[in-house]
């Protein structure tokens, strides 16, 4: 390794002094760059790229911070058996075992081993599934981070990951960037960067030879240059502040909307349970009181047993499926959106998508394929309809001129890509100008045009300028060159060029230029305007935009980016789905016309131009805005006002942004799409899903996932709320009539039932694929309920139904069956009939709006069926031969049989159900607000079309992380503390006092 002559410690304390003239004692940027084996102006060498640069990687570290270790299965073992209630459970496992043994030697061992493999299940299953999920958010996160980095390396312009930066490597940095590694200044064109996430320090900072130290992690707010790379990974400034980090647990609206309902269901249960033992007692007392019987010792037994039967119905009633069911539906679909080319950054807004009311989208690259190419243009008083045309007419002098504007007013470059092929890369406006210099007669090289111009200056474009200049030396002479917005850089022209000469634009040429813009708009093509002038030197910073007045025109030219293929379908869909489309641009209003009609968007719609929109007074504004379509020449912040305008009209607002200036939109809405290929770094940490391929389509999938979620939750609910009811019904009825007060379902028969309607019935109904029907419907209202009156109808319906069956079969178990009543066979048959309930009300829950076949898409879904025939060879296994270990006897195949259609009755039952009509509520459409501004401290309008609704635990980032499991029990630890404790009792006195 004699060729890095630097060490890492010497690199890192010459960053972090922040020294400059340390920097300077040490031979400047060139001296660092030799020290570590690398050349300011061609990067790493060749000989190092063949291996992957290892030799380099092995001295200074990988750009990876590497996450905290994750526990192993073992840990995450150990750490679950240190629950305090679980704990509890295994000292009553083993006094009980104890005391069993000591009483029964044959058959005493069972009630402790019961409550042991119980601790062990439950341990077990959390701990498995904590592992997985953790696995799972760690691909996740390296898929999220890994974005695509220029650099020049062997002296080549080419994109690596960011995990590949080395030490050593030359980067490209521009406006928008989030800086990928430490590094040194080594050209800087008006670089400023936001260093406050590192430092706290809120002014912009500018980048040059004076401040050359750029910090890992802060933002390129302004300009472009280039740096060369000394720290990466965990030596890097961002990497050692991320070591010291850990990011919040993160929940989702859905999941508190759920907590509240959760939380009912367990007072509902706890309130139950305290009903039953007042009754039970209190007939116990009247009873021996009626009959004259005195109270002896033996009959706290009796006692004991009315509390043990009061426990069992709040076990039941506790929902602890529920933050279960809203985790596995959130991962499962953030792993399959992924697939559709969504990667989701914040959980909330899987869901949250789902209610979406309207989408203000961009046109290029998300509508459009942002595959640009020119096809016409006016240059020298002449207009002309093909490229063709354009360079057999230009003589050598204009083509020079042209080919100089274009290279150097540019900052895309010609690089081989993933698949190896060479082409341009960066901006695809800048790319397709870039292909049509190459047209032009003895046009020279583009980088030999930039060798011989020295950049003095450059003002980047933005959304709000709509333009970009760059200032060159060329010999003794400074040139400035824009490009820009056809209308608005026309404008700051005075002269044209004409046969090589500038000639003065008069009136009568500005109105037919103004006609040819128009023409080109009018066919879809978006114009751009090359214009030129020479300039004395002076003081670049302070002349700022003065610089561009008094402009030669170059030429207009007509860029062409054909809409997607998918687009309109995608469109329509959105429409018949009850979300409107509207497409903001930069573009010319001509343009964006013609591009929104051939998507489908402009309708019987309104088109505006930026300006317009932002001029209109309020009460003005909120009578248009719902009529508007299309925006044109939007600044970012027109689209930021269009989008909490909507927000105050009772929208739920999604947008997609792909700039810098875009970020401030992203954040305002609801749901923010970043773009994955065009889109900057500041674009994408603001936004809440990346879309992948930058394809509106993508963003269509996203709405369908986001209404699956939340039917997916709707579903357990509509399952589990069933179970409860029945669940608590049966065990109150059975306890008051029983002479003994017990309750016709057993403990450990109570676990099973619990298994099956908390984790199975979970994994089951959270895992269902989207289809294309979620679409054929409006979005959800924000008030609208969880449980709709058709779910309650549901609900309610195969209660009575499954209630009816069970006591039937628990009071007249003749009439079926050829069985003793109060027999452990009876009792078999009673649970046997209970499950085989549930395992077919899971199949009716699968529909929510009254569909008729519920077994329609079944067969798809592989989870829900390997879950349904997994729950009925455990119980097949548990009742065949759990013998005194679970209260169960073998039963005939004939009884198999009449459980298994007394279960299946549910299936003709629910089409029954489906067939009576309920009116829902109707969700009111979106209206203007009483008032254009919102009271200081009134909730946030619009925030959230779920924000009624929020659940058992905020359990979601469990997924990431593990340990927030310890922060999760301690949110609403009252809940799973009391099922568990009343279990200890459960296990502990069932058998000894029974």
Same mark, same amino acid.
């Given at each position: 390794?004699?060729?890095?002559?630097?060490?890492?410690?010497?690199?890192?304390?010459?960053?972090?002094?922040?020294?400059?003239?340390?920097?300077?004692?040490?031979?400047?940027?060139?001296?660092?760059?030799?020290?570590?084996?690398?050349?300011?102006?061609?990067?790493?060498?060749?000989?190092?790229?063949?291996?992957?640069?290892?030799?380099?990687?092995?001295?200074?570290?990988?750009?990876?911070?590497?996450?905290?270790?994750?526990?192993?299965?073992?840990?995450?073992?150990?750490?679950?058996?240190?629950?305090?209630?679980?704990?509890?459970?295994?000292?009553?496992?083993?006094?009980?075992?104890?005391?069993?043994?000591?009483?029964?030697?044959?058959?005493?061992?069972?009630?402790?081993?019961?409550?042991?493999?119980?601790?062990?299940?439950?341990?077990?299953?959390?701990?498995?599934?904590?592992?997985?999920?953790?696995?799972?958010?760690?691909?996740?996160?390296?898929?999220?981070?890994?974005?695509?980095?220029?650099?020049?390396?062997?002296?080549?312009?080419?994109?690596?990951?960011?995990?590949?930066?080395?030490?050593?490597?030359?980067?490209?940095?521009?406006?928008?960037?989030?800086?990928?590694?430490?590094?040194?200044?080594?050209?800087?064109?008006?670089?400023?960067?936001?260093?406050?996430?590192?430092?706290?320090?809120?002014?912009?900072?500018?980048?040059?030879?004076?401040?050359?130290?750029?910090?890992?992690?802060?933002?390129?707010?302004?300009?472009?240059?280039?740096?060369?790379?000394?720290?990466?990974?965990?030596?890097?400034?961002?990497?050692?502040?991320?070591?010291?980090?850990?990011?919040?647990?993160?929940?989702?609206?859905?999941?508190?909307?759920?907590?509240?309902?959760?939380?009912?269901?367990?007072?509902?249960?706890?309130?139950?349970?305290?009903?039953?033992?007042?009754?039970?007692?209190?007939? @116990?007392?009247?009873?021996?009181?009626?009959?004259?019987?005195?109270?002896?010792?033996?009959?706290?037994?009796?006692?004991?047993?009315? @509390?043990?039967?009061?426990?069992?119905?709040?076990?039941?009633?506790?929902?602890?499926?529920?933050?279960?069911?809203?985790?596995?539906?959130?991962?499962?679909?953030?792993?399959?959106?992924?697939?559709?080319?969504?990667?989701?950054?914040?959980?909330?807004?899987?869901?949250?998508?789902?209610?979406?009311?309207?989408?203000?989208?961009?046109?290029?690259?998300?509508?459009?394929?942002?595959?640009?190419?020119?096809?016409?243009?006016?240059?020298?008083?002449?207009?002309?309809?093909?490229?063709?045309?354009?360079?057999?007419?230009?003589?050598?002098?204009?083509?020079?001129?042209?080919?100089?504007?274009?290279?150097?007013?540019?900052?895309?470059?010609?690089?081989?890509?993933?698949?190896?092929?060479?082409?341009?890369?960066?901006?695809?406006?800048?790319?397709?100008?870039?292909?049509?210099?190459?047209?032009?007669?003895?046009?020279?090289?583009?980088?030999?045009?930039?060798?011989?111009?020295?950049?003095?200056?450059?003002?980047?474009?933005?959304?709000?300028?709509?333009?970009?200049?760059?200032?060159?030396?060329?010999?003794?002479?400074?040139?400035?060159?824009?490009?820009?917005?056809?209308?608005?850089?026309?404008?700051?022209?005075?002269?044209?060029?004409?046969?090589?000469?500038?000639?003065?634009?008069?009136?009568?040429?500005?109105?037919?230029?103004?006609?040819?813009?128009?023409?080109?708009?009018?066919?879809?093509?978006?114009?751009?305007?090359?214009?030129?002038?020479?300039?004395?030197?002076?003081?670049?910073?302070?002349?700022?935009?003065?610089?561009?007045?008094?402009?030669?025109?170059?030429?207009?030219?007509?860029?062409?980016?054909?809409?997607?293929?998918?687009?309109?379908?995608?469109?329509?869909?959105?429409?018949?789905?009850?979300?409107?489309?509207?497409?903001?641009?930069?573009?010319?209003?001509?343009?964006?016309?013609?591009?929104?009609?051939?998507?489908?968007?402009?309708?019987?719609?309104?088109?505006?131009?930026?300006?317009?929109?932002?001029?209109?007074?309020?009460?003005?504004?909120?009578?248009?805005?719902?009529?508007?379509?299309?925006?044109?020449?939007?600044?970012?912040?027109?689209?930021?006002?269009?989008?909490?305008?909507?927000?105050?009209?009772?929208?739920?607002?999604?947008?997609?942004?792909?700039?810098?200036?875009?970020?401030?939109?992203?954040?305002?809405?609801?749901?923010?799409?970043?773009?994955?290929?065009?889109?900057?770094?500041?674009?994408?940490?603001?936004?809440?899903?990346?879309?992948?391929?930058?394809? @509106?389509?993508?963003?269509?999938?996203?709405?369908?996932?986001?209404?699956?979620?939340?039917?997916?939750?709707?579903?357990?609910?509509?399952?589990?709320?069933?179970?409860?009811?029945?669940?608590?019904?049966?065990?109150?009825?059975?306890?008051?009539?029983?002479?003994?007060?017990?309750?016709?379902?057993?403990?450990?028969?109570?676990?099973?039932?619990?298994?099956?309607?908390?984790?199975?019935?979970?994994?089951?109904?959270?895992?269902?694929?989207?289809?294309?029907?979620?679409?054929?419907?409006?979005?959800?209202?924000?008030?609208?309920?969880?449980?709709?009156?058709?779910?309650?109808?549901?609900?309610?319906?195969?209660?009575?139904?499954?209630?009816?069956?069970?006591?039937?079969?628990?009071?007249?178990?003749?009439?079926?069956?050829?069985?003793?009543?109060?027999?452990?066979?009876?009792?078999?048959?009673?649970?046997?009939?209970?499950?085989?309930?549930?395992?077919?009300?899971?199949?009716?829950?699968?529909?929510?709006?009254?569909?008729?076949?519920?077994?329609?898409?079944?067969?798809?879904?592989?989870?829900?069926?390997?879950?349904?025939?997994?729950?009925?060879?455990?119980?097949?296994?548990?009742?065949?031969?759990?013998?005194?270990?679970?209260?169960?006897?073998?039963?005939?195949?004939?009884?198999?049989?009449?459980?298994?259609?007394?279960?299946?009755?549910?299936?003709?039952?629910?089409?029954?159900?489906?067939?009576?009509?309920?009116?829902?509520?109707?969700?009111?459409?979106?209206?203007?607000?009483?008032?254009?501004?919102?009271?200081?401290?009134?909730?946030?309008?619009?925030?959230?079309?779920?924000?009624?609704?929020?659940?058992?635990?905020?359990?979601?980032?469990?997924?990431?992380?593990?340990?927030?499991?310890?922060?999760?029990?301690?949110?609403?630890?009252?809940?799973?503390?009391?099922?568990?404790?009343?279990?200890?009792?459960?296990?502990?006195?069932?058998?000894?006092?029974?």
């Amino acid at each position: 390794m004699a060729q890095f002559k630097l060490s890492v410690e010497e690199l890192t304390a010459l960053h972090q002094s922040r020294d400059n003239d340390k920097l300077v004692k040490l031979g400047g940027v060139s001296k660092i760059a030799a020290g570590v084996g690398s050349d300011i102006q061609k990067g790493i060498p060749e000989k190092e790229l063949t291996d992957g640069c290892q030799a380099r990687k092995s001295k200074y570290g990988k750009n990876f911070v590497e996450p905290p270790i994750a526990k192993t299965l073992p840990e995450l073992i150990w750490e679950g058996l240190q629950d305090s209630t679980l704990i509890m459970l295994c000292i009553a496992s083993f006094v009980s075992l104890a005391l069993g043994l000591w009483e029964d030697p044959q058959t005493g061992w069972i009630e402790g081993t019961a409550i042991l493999i119980a601790v062990v299940v439950v341990v077990l299953v959390s701990s498995l599934n904590d592992y997985h999920k953790e696995i799972q958010f760690r691909k996740l996160n390296e898929k999220k981070n890994n974005t695509q980095i220029k650099v020049i390396r062997a002296g080549e312009q080419r994109q690596v990951s960011i995990y590949d930066i080395n030490v050593g490597d030359v980067v490209g940095i521009e406006t928008g960037d989030i800086i990928c590694a430490d590094g040194l200044v080594i050209d800087a064109r008006n670089i400023r960067c936001d260093e406050s996430a590192m430092t706290g320090e809120t002014d912009q900072i500018k980048k040059d030879e004076s401040h050359p130290f750029l910090l890992s992690g802060t933002q390129v707010t302004e300009g472009f240059g280039k740096m060369l790379v000394i720290a990466v990974g965990k030596n890097s400034e961002s990497g050692r502040a991320m070591a010291l980090l850990s990011k919040p647990a993160e929940s989702t609206p859905l999941q508190e909307k759920l907590e509240a309902l959760a939380d009912k269901i367990a007072y509902f249960g706890l309130g139950a349970a305290v009903t039953i033992l007042v009754i039970l007692i209190a007939k @116990f007392l009247i009873l021996n009181w009626i009959n004259g019987v005195a109270f002896e010792l033996h009959m706290f037994q009796v006692l004991v047993k009315y @509390f043990i039967t009061s426990i069992t119905i709040v076990v039941v009633a506790v929902p602890e499926g529920l933050p279960l069911a809203v985790t596995i539906a959130l991962a499962f679909s953030m792993m399959k959106m992924l697939n559709d080319q969504n990667l989701v950054r914040h959980l909330d807004s899987c869901e949250t998508m789902g209610g979406a009311t309207t989408i203000c989208s961009d046109k290029t690259g998300t509508l459009t394929k942002n595959v640009m190419t020119v096809m016409r243009g006016w240059i020298g008083g002449q207009s002309y309809s093909t490229v063709d045309e354009i360079s057999k007419s230009l003589s050598r002098e204009d083509a020079k001129l042209l080919s100089q504007s274009i290279a150097i007013n540019s900052t895309a470059y010609e690089g081989k890509t993933d698949k190896g092929t060479t082409e341009f890369i960066g901006s695809k406006t800048e790319c397709a100008l870039l292909n049509f210099a190459k047209l032009f007669p003895g046009a020279p090289n583009y980088k030999l045009i930039r060798t011989n111009n020295v950049q003095e200056y450059v003002i980047p474009f933005s959304s709000a300028r709509k333009r970009m200049s760059t200032v060159v030396k060329s010999g003794s002479e400074y040139h400035i060159y824009t490009k820009g917005a056809s209308e608005i850089v026309l404008n700051n022209c005075t002269h044209y060029l004409r046969q090589s000469v500038p000639q003065p634009i008069p009136e009568n040429l500005r109105k037919e230029l103004a006609q040819v813009i128009e023409e080109m708009a009018a066919n879809g093509l978006r114009t751009l305007c090359l214009a030129y002038k020479t300039v004395p030197a002076q003081n670049w910073e302070q002349a700022g935009e003065t610089l561009e007045t008094g402009l030669i025109c170059l030429g207009i030219v007509g860029i062409k980016d054909p809409v997607r293929d998918e687009v309109p379908a995608a469109v329509r869909q959105c429409q018949k789905a009850g979300i409107v489309v509207r497409m903001v641009t930069g573009d010319n209003i001509t343009t964006a016309k013609k591009i929104a009609e051939e998507c489908g968007i402009l309708t019987d719609g309104i088109a505006i131009e930026g300006p317009a929109f932002r001029a209109l007074p309020e009460a003005e504004l909120d009578r248009i805005i719902p009529r508007i379509q299309v925006m044109a020449r939007s600044s970012p912040e027109d689209k930021y006002k269009l989008v909490t305008r909507l927000k105050l009209h009772n929208h739920v607002v999604a947008v997609t942004g792909d700039g810098t200036n875009d970020a401030p939109a992203l954040k305002a809405a609801h749901v923010g799409f970043s773009m994955g290929i065009a889109g900057t770094e500041v674009a994408k940490e603001a936004s809440d899903i990346i879309l992948m391929d930058d394809n @509106f389509s993508s963003l269509v999938k996203a709405v369908m996932w986001g209404r699956n979620v939340y039917d997916s939750i709707r579903k357990f609910l509509q399952f589990q709320l069933t179970v409860n009811v029945v669940a608590v019904s049966l065990a109150f009825i059975g306890a008051v009539t029983d002479e003994h007060g017990e309750s016709p379902l057993k403990p450990v028969q109570l676990l099973w039932v619990n298994l099956i309607m908390d984790t199975m019935a979970a994994l089951a109904l959270a895992t269902e694929p989207p289809s294309s029907a979620l679409l054929d419907r409006k979005p959800y209202g924000k008030h609208d309920p969880l449980i709709t009156r058709g779910m309650w109808k549901n609900i309610i319906g195969q209660a009575i139904y499954q209630l009816l069956i069970n006591l039937l079969v628990l009071y007249r178990p003749h009439l079926l069956f050829d069985v003793e009543p109060g027999s452990i066979y009876h009792i078999t048959i009673i649970f046997n009939t209970f499950v085989m309930c549930q395992l077919f009300n899971e199949i009716n829950s699968r529909k929510l709006n009254n569909e008729l076949n519920v077994f329609s898409g079944l067969f798809d879904n592989a989870i829900f069926l390997g879950i349904l025939g997994f729950t009925l060879v455990v119980q097949w296994i548990f009742v065949e031969f759990g013998g005194d270990f679970t209260s169960t006897r073998p039963l005939t195949s004939s009884d198999w049989f009449t459980t298994f259609l007394l279960g299946a009755g549910g299936i003709p039952w629910g089409v029954m159900l489906s067939l009576l009509p309920v009116k829902e509520k109707e969700t009111p459409a979106p209206v203007a607000p009483r008032s254009a501004s919102r009271p200081a401290g009134s909730p946030k309008v619009g925030a959230s079309k779920w924000n009624k609704a929020r659940t058992v635990i905020k359990a979601v980032n469990a997924l990431k992380q593990p340990l927030l499991i310890d922060r999760i029990r301690r949110r609403h630890s009252y809940v799973p503390f009391l099922n568990k404790l009343l279990k200890v009792f459960l296990f502990m006195l069932t058998k000894r006092f029974v």
